[in-house]
């Protein structure tokens, strides 16, 4: 009776052993698969942020988006096809050229790329294309040259614009930032705008003061304000003077402008063709290692006019 009290407690121990080792073994693998899960999380996480190049990575962006900008939609513009300059962050993203086009209220540019170090672009930031379909990425395509050309949507001129870049030997997404600039376009690329005359003024011949401001290129060169404007048959002409010595001419459409001084930076005479609105000039540089035409637009507020 004994032996058959202590078997029947042992068979009862040894089930109760067993049933704590199989909770015990579902809690572990139960343990088990969270951690798997978090794991695979982080992975995935680790996998996401690897395919962005972190700010260590990448060249020191530059600031191209200035604050006198102001963007400019495609409704702005007459349809065409025009050249036109683009200004980029970094200077591992290097565009030779650029042509815009603007038809039916949309603007799109073909970029001809220095490199050949990229497969795709996405318009956006590099998480973004990190989490986008493969399909909404621009690939390349090779022109003639053996170049690189991307054709992207642009969604307004002096405006900043974010760009992803691919790169074939990284494979990671870099972030660039994109200006299109709107002072490198011709000026009968703009719809006509209004602009206040000499006339509408009814300026008498003399000598005035205007406040006027400049536009374009780096931003980093300015020209003095005031500037004297003088009228004399109903034709204004202002002494516009640059904040640098090394302009040595100015194009004002066909005409070319000589500087007026030797010394001190360089001043220009340059006609006045209206106020309030944005006037394309171009000016040549010799501060580079070869001269080099820069757009702007001169732009002179006609309700500061005062006699000098």
Not at 208 to 215: C, S, W
Request: hydrophobic share 40%; aromatic share 8%.
């Amino acid at each position: 009776m004994r032996k058959l009290y202590r078997l029947t407690a042992a068979a009862i121990a040894a089930t109760l052993i067993g049933s704590m080792s199989l909770v015990t073994m579902a809690e572990d693998e139960t343990e088990m698969t969270t951690q798997a899960t978090t794991a695979a999380e982080q992975a995935a996480e680790q996998s996401t942020e690897a395919g962005v190049a972190t700010a260590a990575e990448m060249v020191t962006p530059e600031e191209v988006v200035e604050d006198w900008m102001v963007p400019i939609t495609a409704d702005e513009l007459n349809d065409g096809v025009y050249e036109i300059e683009v200004a980029s962050s970094s200077s591992m993203f290097k565009i030779d050229k650029c042509e815009l086009t603007v038809a039916n209220g949309e603007m799109s540019a073909v970029m001809t790329m220095n490199g050949t170090g990229y497969l795709y672009l996405f318009m956006g930031t590099g998480e973004e294309a990190v989490k986008a379909s493969k399909d909404d990425y621009i690939p390349f395509v090779e022109n003639e040259d053996g170049q690189h050309t991307y054709e992207v949507p642009v969604e307004a001129l002096d405006a900043g614009i974010d760009c992803a870049a691919f790169s074939k030997r990284k494979e990671q997404w870099y972030d660039r930032t994109l200006v299109f600039l709107a002072s490198s376009l011709p000026e009968n690329a703009r719809k006509e705008q209004e602009m206040t005359t000499v006339e509408d003024l009814a300026l008498a011949d003399g000598t005035y003061l205007v406040d006027v401001a400049l536009e374009g290129g780096s931003g980093k060169t300015t020209v003095t304000s005031p500037a004297k404007l003088t009228v004399e048959n109903g034709e204004a002409t202002a002494e516009i003077i640059f904040s640098s010595p090394y302009y040595d001419y100015v194009l004002v459409g066909e005409e070319k402008l000589e500087p007026v001084n030797e010394e001190g930076d360089s001043t220009f005479l340059i006609p006045v063709k209206g106020f309030d609105y944005q006037m394309a000039i171009t000016a040549d540089t010799i501060a580079m290692s070869t001269p080099h035409e820069i757009d702007y637009h001169l732009c002179f507020d006609s309700t500061t006019i005062a006699e000098e």
